[in-house]
DNA sequence: GGTGAAACGTAGGCCGT
DNA sequence: ACGGCCTACGTTTCACC
């Protein structure tokens, strides 16, 4: 992980799709040298993938919440139980594990404020772990470099 | 927005760099009609761009939180100050405005508690505009979809 | 790490529906 | 207006230095 590697992280975060010759000239060395590094950075797993950031509001999502989830148990049965509750649930983006008053933290991402409704009464009021919801609504991300 | 735009958006989600032919097989279209899309797409924006992904571990960042922050004002000045006060800090990768108790919801990533440590008293301490801080740790993030 | 050449993919014109 | 075909061009990839 010498200056070159991060220089290639630091342009693929940037755009994951330029090219190998463009990526080797920004970097100052050879394409075939550039590419040995960008492979051998994927085998390390340390490129986990390339992904294609979209435009959420012309894909109609008009929603995006977070929302802090406390359990009615602290077991880890609970824990799987509400995970696996989540896991399929294609609104909800991220669920973090968290410290604090409460166990779990969701981004989650609908259409509009209705459809929330319906998230939050349909999938997370039915769930029997959950003991308290505190949604905080994401009114602007004046920054967001994921 | 068709079916093939969705499946095009689809797998490209999975995989940012796949080739135009691989992809145009997946979705069952030739590779010029699906080249005629994808670049459709990217002027209309609703693909903003391409991004690896890398693991954060192997790079040395062992410490992810969220982090509520409420101001001591409910001014626009304020919000101004605060999140200029985090634009620039390379350990702030997220900055929401949210509603609820607190102003913002930061999503933290530093080395290592030390370093976070650091953070909050040199950087969220320091401003002035801050009244509360809460920090919530990620132990875990059993989906993470981003 | 660099060079070169073959294999492969891209990108755009053209035609048919 | 949109998909498929064809082709020149550029890029990726690998054996070799």
Redesign the interface.
């Given at each position: 992980m010498d200056k070159f590697d991060n220089k290639i992280?630091h342009e693929?975060?940037?755009?994951?799709?330029i090219s190998n010759v463009e990526l080797a000239q920004a970097i100052g060395l050879s394409p075939s040298a550039t590419l040995r590094r960008v492979q051998d950075l994927e085998k390390?797993?340390?490129?986990?993938?390339?992904?294609?950031?979209?435009?959420k509001e012309?894909?109609g999502i008009g929603f995006v919440a977070?929302v802090s989830i406390g359990l009615n148990s602290h077991t880890k049965q609970a824990q799987l139980d509400f995970?696996e509750h989540?896991?399929f649930e294609k609104e909800?983006?991220?669920?973090?594990?968290?410290?604090?008053a409460n166990e779990y933290?969701l981004?989650v991402e609908s259409a509009s404020l209705a459809a929330y409704k319906r998230f939050h009464s349909d999938v997370l009021g039915e769930c029997e772990r959950v003991k308290s919801i505190?949604?905080?609504?994401?009114?602007?991300?004046?920054?967001?470099?994921?």
């Open positions: 992280l693929l975060k940037n755009d994951g799709r390390k797993k340390v490129i986990q993938g390339y992904r294609a950031v979209f435009d012309q894909l977070y995970e989540v896991r909800v983006v991220e669920c973090h594990n968290i410290t604090g933290l981004r505190s949604t905080m609504v994401v009114m602007d991300s004046p920054k967001d470099e994921r």
